[in-house]
């Protein structure tokens, strides 16, 4: 457990899904340090995207009136993305950085970049919410002139792969907090822990193609600090940390171990998975 200096959302699941890996799969189960212990906590959809604009260089102080701001259209669409969010769901998000924002005070920038992430509850939320994202991106272009109508290069954005929302087995998710009450785990009620939609993960495409859970436990944290943060960091060093580590993969283990063993619990998994493998063409 660590925190990662530089976070990916390429999702490598999604291509072994892709390559057919899950095709002979009959569960996965996965787990994830985090500040309480859960089952059924949700994992939300997300798409992010690299963005670029691309302007004229001009000299700041003696002709501005012949450049072309990019630094202007980023900023820009950071701020629409921001007026954005009065109109979206509870449940959206957005959030960004601006990457490069030019390279000199007195020059005006004739390129500049952001990163930016978008989720939704669901992947259908989040299919609703791109869409609007993405004419914040284009109308800062046209706004500020970054087109190739005005003799710049146009917008470029570059979108990584589609991490889907978790589809929690309830079965998996139910013997799962089943086996680690007996090592006197406490849960919080269900609903409180489904209501939260925090942090996104490639595990969920994989739960739309065989049956799956994705369940956090506490490493005990300090106060704040939150998954990828330098407190939390420091917390998986220790050795409450790893010994909660090895108690969830017993949960997972014997979770496991359960659906080899007990075929009526087999058959409520499979039972209850409402996914399927032609989902792998919309990812």
């Known amino acids: 457990m660590h925190l990662e200096r530089n976070y990916k959302t390429t999702g490598g699941k999604i291509e072994l899904v892709k390559a057919g890996a899950y095709d002979d799969v009959d569960v996965s189960l996965m787990v994830h340090p985090n500040a309480f212990d859960g089952g059924f906590f949700h994992h939300i959809a997300l798409v992010s995207c690299d963005v670029e604009y691309f302007g004229r260089n001009a000299h700041a102080a003696g002709i501005p009136w012949a450049g072309i701001n990019a630094l202007d259209a980023i900023v820009l669409a950071y701020n629409s993305i921001g007026l954005l969010r009065q109109q979206i769901l509870p449940t959206d998000r957005i959030h960004g950085i601006i990457t490069n924002g030019g390279k000199a005070a ?3 920038p004739d390129y500049t970049s952001g990163k930016f992430y978008i989720r939704g509850r669901t992947i259908e939320n989040l299919r609703d919410l791109k869409p609007r994202v993405r ?3 284009e109308a800062a272009a046209e ?5 190739k109508a005005n003799g710049a290069k146009d917008l470029k954005i570059t979108w990584d792969s589609t991490l889907f ?7 998996l998710a139910e013997r799962y907090e089943e086996h680690l009450k007996r090592f006197g785990i406490k849960f919080l009620p269900r609903n409180e822990q489904i209501s939260v939609s925090r942090g996104s993960t490639d595990q969920g495409n994989v739960t739309y193609v065989v049956p799956g859970i994705h369940p956090i436990f506490d490493i005990k944290p300090p106060k704040g600090s939150g998954t990828h943060t330098p407190g939390f960091a420091e ?3 220790t050795e409450v940390a790893h010994e909660a580590a090895l108690t969830a993969s017993k949960g997972l283990a014997l979770t496991g171990l359960d659906f ?4 009526e619990f087999a058959k409520r998994v499979k039972d209850s998975f409402d996914g399927g493998l032609h989902w792998k063409d919309k990812m």
């Open 135 to 137: 004419k914040c991106f």
């Open 143 to 147: 706004a500020t002139g970054c087109t």
């Open 260 to 263: 080899l063993i007990d075929d």
């Open 106 to 108: 007195n020059v005006i």
């Open 235 to 237: 917390a998986s060093k």
């Open 165 to 171: 929302d978790v589809k929690t087995n309830i079965p």
